[in-house]
């Protein structure tokens, strides 16, 4: 059974930092790309950043400088470093997995509030 599981999430104040993790099983983690995607009230889901099993990185210009995601293939997780956080971070955050056959799977997700 695949299990991606997220923690990290939480409030924030505006300039703060957090770390997300993505926990995975059921997986040849190595194998994968990793992504972490977001989802605020009234919007669609967006890719935010995502790691490839050869440690390509690419992200979404909004959070460019700002976050850094990373991979650790010992430990089956995925990371999302948030520095500079601003309001319109918030969201719901999702990790993904993706084979290069097509395979995906997605974790149930953690809530990140930027907030004074």
């Known amino acids: 059974q695949v299990q991606l599981v997220e923690s990290g999430g939480g409030l924030v104040q505006p300039g703060g930092s957090l770390r997300l993790s993505c926990a995975a099983s059921?997986?040849?983690?190595?194998?994968?790309?990793m992504g972490w995607y977001r989802q605020a009230p009234g919007k669609q889901r967006e890719l935010v950043a995502a790691?490839?099993?050869?440690?390509?990185?690419d992200y979404t210009d909004s959070v460019k400088g700002r976050f850094t995601i990373s991979r650790d293939n010992r430990k089956n997780t995925v990371y999302l470093e948030m520095n500079s956080l601003k309001p319109e971070d918030t969201a719901v955050y999702y990790c993904?997995?993706?084979?290069?056959?097509?395979?995906?799977?997605w974790g149930q997700g953690t809530q990140v509030t930027v907030s004074s």
């Open positions: 059921g997986i040849i983690f190595s194998l994968y790309t």
């Open positions: 790691i490839t099993s050869s440690e390509s990185t």
């Open positions: 993904k997995s993706t084979a290069t056959w097509g395979t995906y799977y």
